[in-house]
């Protein structure tokens, strides 16, 4: 079983949002700090936006930011919106199944068992999960924020200004 790009995409998208739940990130900030190319990245957050896990806000202030709590979005639920495009095997293609076996084959059915197995794990984690108390991830992907750094600079400004 191999993930797609988008889908890894997504989770990275959405751990960099959770981690700075505190305010708006930018797009090309966390295709900098998860080493994606921010064109395939903005194709995510299309996605994602749509799906309502992320809102977006464009202008000099605008970002992303999650668009419910991170407790409330099932890491399964992410994969499922991805996923469901890409057949797991020929087999769970419908129509287009030309496989010679599919009448008499055994392995769809352990196939999937296993992917409901697979699911069910990740719809027991959230992205709350995979950020809360986190400091590896929060290294790597904590970004500043825009408003903090702005009141920080003027507080530095005022000060002097005296």
């Known amino acids: 079983m191999r993930v797609t790009i988008r889908t890894n995409l997504a989770i990275r ?10 305010h708006m990130v930018r797009r090309a900030e966390i295709a900098h700090a ?10 995510v ?15 000099r202030s605008g970002g992303l930011a999650l668009a419910r709590p991170a407790s409330e979005i099932s890491v399964g639920q992410v994969f499922r919106h991805f996923e469901a495009a890409t057949p797991f095997a020929e087999c769970f293609e419908g129509a287009q199944n030309t496989c010679p076996l599919k009448d008499v084959c055994r392995l769809r059915d352990a196939l999937v068992a296993g992917l409901a197995a697979f699911y069910g794990v990740l719809d027991q ?5 995979l950020v809360h108390d986190n400091a590896g991830l929060e290294g790597l992907l904590s970004m500043p924020n825009p408003a903090s750094t702005m009141a920080a600079s003027c507080g530095a400004q005022g000060a002097t200004a005296h």
């Open 13 to 22: 998208v959405l751990m960099a949002c959770g981690v700075n739940a505190d």
């Open 34 to 43: 998860t080493n994606a190319s921010e064109n395939h990245l903005a194709q």
């Open 45 to 59: 957050v299309h996605l994602l936006a749509s799906e309502g896990y992320i809102k977006t806000v464009r202008g």
């Open 125 to 129: 984690i959230t992205i709350e999960d």
